[in-house]
């Protein structure tokens, strides 16, 4: 089958990521790489693997979620998937965005529909589908330790709702500080990962917060100690 979903440890699949990985780095290798952002993304993208591994526990889910189909020019492509929720009326693809604040209006790609329906018009082919979900997380309270404004969130336990409807296209936003106390009541989260991910980011915008207070360094030449004792006679 030309169009189908398949494992993330697919042999194709990772001959792929491997040749893209060395293009970036070749077209990169000029350029000054910065150890705090590298650092800021590496922790994110861990959340975002417990993040999907959480929705697992949700609702049911299929565990392939890379999907292969032919290119316009004959040649296999390969699309991630974030998540994939399972049930009788098909599969519903959702994708998840890591977002510094809510933010009421959004473009497609900002909000993840783009890279959705993308997916779904190539699996259309081969697969039932039963709608998708973009999911964004309002970040400000773990990156600011700020309570977030807006009160235009779901909750998780109506995310649960979202993930089952049926045959919609839907966008829903959640509130970091909601998934941390269930994350941390539930062991797959830590207060050391949350100290973590902001002294990185606090040092990733504010890079001078993180010098050391200077200090005045006593003079202790001898010419200096005699000018002290004239100023002070």
């Known amino acids: 089958m030309e ?3 398949i ?3 697919d042999l194709g699949y990772l001959r792929h990521n491997r040749a893209h990985a060395n ?3 070749n077209e990169r290798r000029s350029h000054v790489v910065n150890p705090a952002a590298r650092e800021f993304h ?3 993208a861990l959340l975002e693997r417990d993040l999907i591994g959480w929705f697992g526990r949700l609702t049911n889910s ?3 979620r890379i999907l292969r189909y032919k290119s316009s020019q004959g040649g296999f492509k390969y699309q991630e998937i974030d998540f994939i929720a399972e049930n009788d ?3 519903k693809f959702c994708e998840l965005k890591l977002k510094t604040a809510f933010k009421p209006n959004m473009t497609d790609k900002e909000s993840g529909y783009a890279q959705l329906n993308t997916t779904m018009e190539a699996a259309s082919t081969s697969y039932a589908l039963n709608g ?4 964004c997380v309002d970040m400000e309270f773990l990156y600011t330790g700020k309570t977030a404004e807006s ?6 336990e109506d995310l649960k709702v979202y993930l089952k409807a049926s045959g919609k296209h839907e966008l829903v936003w959640l509130d970091v500080q909601e998934i941390l106390t269930l994350a941390i009541s539930a062991g797959w989260f830590t207060y050391d990962r949350i100290n973590e991910i902001r002294e990185v980011y606090e040092m990733l915008n504010n890079p001078m917060s993180m010098l050391p207070e200077s200090n005045i360094i006593p003079l202790n030449t001898p010419f200096a100690m005699l000018r002290t004792h004239l100023l002070a006679a």
């Not at 998708?132 to 999911?135: K, V």
């Open 62 to 64: 299929k565990h392939e």
């Open 42 to 44: 590496k922790l994110l």
């Open 151 to 156: 009160t235009n969130y779901t909750s998780i």
């Open 132 to 135: 998708s979900l973009a999911i």
């Open 89 to 91: 009326d098909g599969l």
């Open 3 to 5: 169009t189908q979903l």
């Open 7 to 9: 494992s993330t440890q």
């Open 23 to 25: 293009r970036h780095r």
